[in-house]
């Protein structure tokens, strides 16, 4: 009874998350002085979180012993606004993530890119952190 309980568990999760692979996905749109973060799921979309800003930031991840560690370019979005969600409000996180990259000028000009469209500042951290050096 238990192996047949955690098998129905089991298809039951390999058939949303299918479902979902084929029929949703996860968006940015761009609004003037906004951008929005999306879910859309076949016809129903649900607004996730309205950013005000952007940012760039560096990551650094030890690498195997002897080698450099890993650096991950990360994009953000920043200054979350709360969104109501059928009947009740969900607390953003304080930043999510857009792109990351092993290299910082691509997440740059896709900031910068993306600022320029939606109106919204672009705070880049990593040319802050060398400027100071």
């Known amino acids: 009874m238990a192996v047949e309980l955690g098998l129905i ?25 906004k951008l929005i973060h999306q879910r859309r799921f ?5 607004k996730l979180a309205e950013a005000r800003a952007l940012k760039l930031s560096r990551s650094s ?23 109501p969600l059928e009947g009740f409000r969900i607390r953003p996180k304080k930043s ?14 896709l900031a910068q890119w993306l600022s320029q469209q939606a109106a919204i500042p672009f705070h880049d951290d990593v040319l802050s952190q060398q400027r100071l050096k």
């Open 9 to 33: 568990v089991v298809g039951t999760w390999m058939v949303r998350e299918t479902n979902w692979m084929f029929r949703g996905r996860d968006e940015w749109r761009i609004e003037p002085g």
């Open 42 to 46: 076949a016809s129903t979309l649900t």
């Open 61 to 83: 991840f030890p690498g195997e012993p002897g080698e450099k560690p890993i650096i991950v370019y990360n994009l953000k979005a920043v200054n979350l606004v709360d969104l």
């Open 96 to 109: 999510t993530l857009i792109h990351s990259s092993l290299v910082p000028d691509e997440s740059r000009h």
